[in-house]
């Protein structure tokens, strides 16, 4: 990831995924490249071919948002991909780091009163993580619903090249989706991250289903989700994970997994935390996971 011309990368990543009949054209024939051609996009968003090649190739960075809402109709983006376009085409000065990005090396302190929190918590599983998804905190009950909740384990990494990980997970195809989506509504235009630089060249060239995600240019801001499992002890689970932001951190967020009251699932849990309840309830946090 480069980043020298992140609009014009995402717009050539989106074009690539929309067939010519979802925008009611022709398809068939002999195609060079999947989705539509940029004479068409440029056709159907109402601005010229020539303006349209040069927004994709870098030489032209400030379209005004009209065009860019109309590109977003064209290429069929949801209102989160639609903001990332409009962000990619915000023009920032030489030498100014986007603000997602953090400075190397800085340190993350998960706050005493959150580890306290999660290692009162018997029946919800929880974690800690940070922008890169690296794994801080984690109480005991989280680490054994699967041993890549510990602090250390960049659980990215885990999700796709840990086989004991996607074995645990039925809904992995929908998770690794969601995964990368996140991780590139964080990377926005920003290439200077070195951290973030490293993590999608190590998963790029070690994961072919990373590769193939990334290259869509997929956005998806955080948010919870259903995680479906099937554990090794307790079998088939279904539990709510929510995904809350810690004000006064560096974007970390707390991950909280909880059954429905009442339901199999719930029971499961019990079961869980009664077979693993030895220890003292967390491993120790690091402050940062190096890679």
């Given at each position: 990831m480069d980043g020298s011309n992140a609009l014009g990368e995402f717009l050539r990543a989106r074009r690539a995924l929309v067939r010519p009949e979802d925008v009611g054209l022709p398809g068939g024939g002999l195609r060079r490249v999947p989705g539509l051609r940029r004479e068409e996009v440029a056709m159907l968003a109402g601005i010229s071919s020539d303006y349209y090649l040069r927004l994709e190739q870098g030489r032209d960075r400030n379209p005004s948002v009209q065009v860019l809402q109309a590109l977003a109709r064209v290429l069929g983006l949801d209102p989160d991909a639609t903001a990332h376009l409009v962000s990619l085409a915000q023009d920032r000065p030489a030498g100014v780091r986007d603000p997602r990005t953090r400075a190397p090396h800085r340190s993350?302190?998960?706050?005493?009163?959150i580890l306290q929190l999660i290692d009162g918590w018997t029946r919800n599983p929880a974690y800690v993580q940070n922008r890169y998804r690296d794994c801080l905190a984690a109480n005991t009950l989280c680490t054994a619903l699967s041993p890549n909740y510990r602090p250390g384990v960049n659980l990215l990494r885990?999700?796709?090249?840990?086989?004991?990980?996607r074995a645990l997970r039925r809904d992995w195809d929908d998770l690794t989706r969601e995964g990368v989506a996140t991780?590139?509504?964080?990377?926005?235009?920003?290439?200077?991250?070195?951290?973030?630089?490293?993590?999608?060249?190590?998963?790029?060239?070690?994961?072919?289903?990373?590769?193939?995600?990334?290259?869509?240019?997929?956005v998806r801001p955080l948010r919870g989700r259903v995680s479906?499992?099937?554990?090794?002890?307790v079998g088939d689970l279904e539990l709510h994970s929510d995904k809350l932001v810690m004000d006064g951190t560096?974007?970390?967020?707390?991950?909280?997994?909880?059954?429905?009251p009442g339901s199999?699932?719930?029971?499961?849990?019990?079961?869980?935390?009664?077979?693993?309840?030895?220890?003292?309830?967390?491993?120790?946090?690091?402050?940062?996971?190096?890679?």
């Open positions: 993350e302190q998960v706050p005493a009163t885990a999700v796709f090249l840990d086989p004991a990980e991780l590139r509504a964080y990377a926005g235009g920003d290439a200077d991250d070195p951290r973030l630089r490293d993590l999608v060249g190590d998963l790029s060239l070690r994961s072919e289903r990373f590769r193939t995600l990334w290259a869509r240019h997929e479906r499992l099937t554990h090794p002890l560096d974007g970390l967020a707390l991950v909280v997994f909880h059954a429905e199999r699932d719930a029971e499961l849990i019990d079961i869980l935390g009664s077979l693993t309840a030895t220890g003292s309830g967390r491993e120790a946090p690091r402050e940062r996971m190096e890679e």
